[in-house]
């Protein structure tokens, strides 16, 4: 593939720039061939995958190469996209928002730099992925426990700053993060919260230091570039038992909702309890061409026939209890009164784990006790062809009116666009993450046309309830930012005004989340979906 | 993203222990085999990543273990794709391949096929990636 330049940069202007980027990180570490630029496209882009292309790629070994390369970026107006480990999969992947944009990996940077069983916390660069971690964490002996998302093979770093969750206690992973060490736009090195203090012990222990808390102005965003972060993980517990139960009809998520968001409230259950639909379960049973072999939407009576068959609920809730034995009986018995009061005739099935006990990779339990896995890449089976995946994720209150508000809104859309519906709900406190996945194959032309326009309808219709999404793909992060509306939309007014102060150049990431320099303005209407 | 880990795809992995050559097979009418436990990759070896010297058993391991080690998600998809077609689910294990070369594999590697992702430099650079394709391939070119 060609080489698309950032605008305003000549070819000249740029090749000066690449000499000078492989004086610091060496020529090895500057991947600027046409095969380099094809390895960095979004490999899940609805429709084509040119519209957010890399020029080249760096790959800094140190924080002090990073430095230089922010300082060399400024000099020559060369933007880059950072990316830690490249792996948002279903969100844009490793590709840039502005075309032309440099990759910044810092895969390469992948070192555990401290792990404290004694206070339960770590301190990783962003090439640590979950897989490293865990098995760091077992090489060493440590008692602590990661909460990890679905798909195991990204950076435990750049999921927790882009809000990514997991299913455990310490669910909720942007939550977690205590202590960054972080490169400003204009290449100088900060620390924030107690760590701003050089050499002080608690840097990644209490998050409320001393004037305003600046790590969360480094999560979904493009004012720094986080380069180690302290993340506080939980430890092993002694004990922990899972009820499961399969939930039949689909208006029983109120019902579901309603009793477990007051225990999750109240801190009875501590995890984030996650409740899919059918399809999450069917899906791994086989391809859908061997349940129906016809496009458009499965029919309402083939799923009834199907959850039958395959002795299934509509939802289900496998909720995990931890801590020691006693605890973990005394809390069960309080949700299990909770769910006989609801539901009188659903018995649950009830599975005990021990510290020790091994755990199986398969299980599906294996995700609430922080086993990573990257077997969710298997849904990609499911449709066949060039399989991609989407994920509409507005957020709801927990509660059953605005959850089924929402599930009757997004299922009579999917519905109208003739797609099957896979919805998962997950009570994280006092909100739920509502997914909505989208399965299609990408060489289906008129099929990708069909899922653009089923998102755009979503995004309009939960705007226009009240609602709005945590997180997107490239293609819709000015969409989203649109919808963040108040007072004319001076959130996002509030975030250029910081950005511009902070990155005048608008070297650090540009339109990551809709934040756009004041340079690149004119370039946010490229690359849109909407 | 987003996702919940699947079910488990318990008759396929049955079939799998039953074949993967590091398990005994049980006995006739004994209980099925016990789920896998987690598989540990070969810790990532230090130096020079430009001019590897680790082994090709460790650096497939490591970063190729991500999927393809037993009950990985390549190799369970790889058997969902072989055994149809006739292959010995234990093939699904690319270290038991014998019909891979060099350059089908650093292709695969770089462009990606199927559910397997294409894999930059940084994932794995051309030294790691040269020793690895050797190794899978025996010798084939």
Known sequence: MSRILPPGVS?????????????????????????????????????????????????????????????????????????????????????????????????????????????????????????????ELKRRGSRLMMSVPGNGWGSVMGNALDHGVGYTPYGVHARNICGMTVVMPNGELMRTGMGAMDANHAAHLFPFSYG?????????????????????????????????????????IAWVIDTLAPLKISGV??????????????????????????????????????????????????????????????????????FRKAAPNLKAEETWWHEGDPINTMDPSAGTLGIPTAMPLMMGEWVG?????????????????????????????????????????????????????????????????????????????????????YRTHL????????????????????????????DPNGILSPGKQGVWPTVYKEFAKNGRLD | MFVHIPTPLLPLLVMLGLAMPSLAMPPEGSAPPPMPTYQMRAATPDGDRLNSTATAETLFSNHCGYCHLPYGMGTTVLMMRRMPMGASPASALLTNRDDLTVDYIKAVVRQGIGAMPRQTRVDITDSELAKVADFLAGGSQ
């Open chain 1, 11 to 135: 070819a000249e202007q740029y090749d000066a720039a690449i000499k000078e980027f492989a004086t610091v990180v060496g020529n090895d570490w500057v991947l600027d061939t046409d095969e380099d630029r094809v390895s960095y496209l979004d490999l899940y882009a609805p429709g084509s995958e040119h519209q957010w292309p890399a020029s080249a790629a760096i790959a800094p070994g140190s924080v002090e190469e990073i430095q230089q390369v922010v300082k060399i970026a400024n000099k020559y107006k060369t933007p880059l996209w950072t990316v830690a480990r490249g792996k948002n999969l279903g969100y844009g992947t490793a590709a840039p928002r502005l075309a032309g944009s440099l990759i910044l990996d810092l895969g390469r940077m992948n070192k555990i730099l401290q792990i404290d069983d004694e206070l339960g916390y770590v301190v990783v660069e962003p090439g640590v992925s979950f897989f490293d971690l865990y098995e």
């Open chain 1, 212 to 252: 305003p808390t600046w790590d969360q102005m480094f999560t979904q965003s493009n004012l720094g570039i986080v380069t180690s972060m302290g993340m506080w993980m939980m430890p092993t517990p002694e004990s922990s038992l899972e009820l499961k139960w399969d939930i039949p009809e689909e208006d029983d």
């Open chain 1, 269 to 338: 259950v501590d995890q984030s309890i996650f409740v899919p639909s059918w399809l999450g379960k069917l899906s791994v049973k086989g391809t859908r061409a061997q349940f129906w072999d016809k496009k458009g939407a499965m029919p309402d009576w083939r799923v009834q026939e199907l959850l039958k068959e395959h002795k299934l609920g509509y939802w289900q809730v496998a909720l995990r209890l931890y801590g020691e034995e006693g605890i973990v009986k005394a809390r069960a018995d309080v949700v299990k009164n909770a």
């Open chain 1, 385 to 469: 062809g060039r399989s991609a995946h989407l994920g509409f994720s507005p957020v709801v209150p927990a509660s059953s009116k605005h959850v089924m508000g929402q599930l009757k809104r997004s299922r009579e859309l999917i519905a109208k666009y003739d797609m099957d519906f896979y919805a998962s709900f997950t009570i994280g406190g006092r909100f739920c993450n509502n997914i909505n996945m989208l399965m299609w194959d990408r060489d289906d032309e008129a099929g990708t046309r069909n899922v653009i326009n089923l998102f755009n309808d979503l995004i309009r219709v939960t705007r226009e309830a009240g609602y709005g999404e």
């Open chain 1, 475 to 502: 293609g819709w992060m000015d969409a989203i930012a649109d919808t963040y509306d108040f007072n004319g939309g001076s959130a996002n007014y509030f975030n250029q005004v910081v950005k511009d102060a902070l």
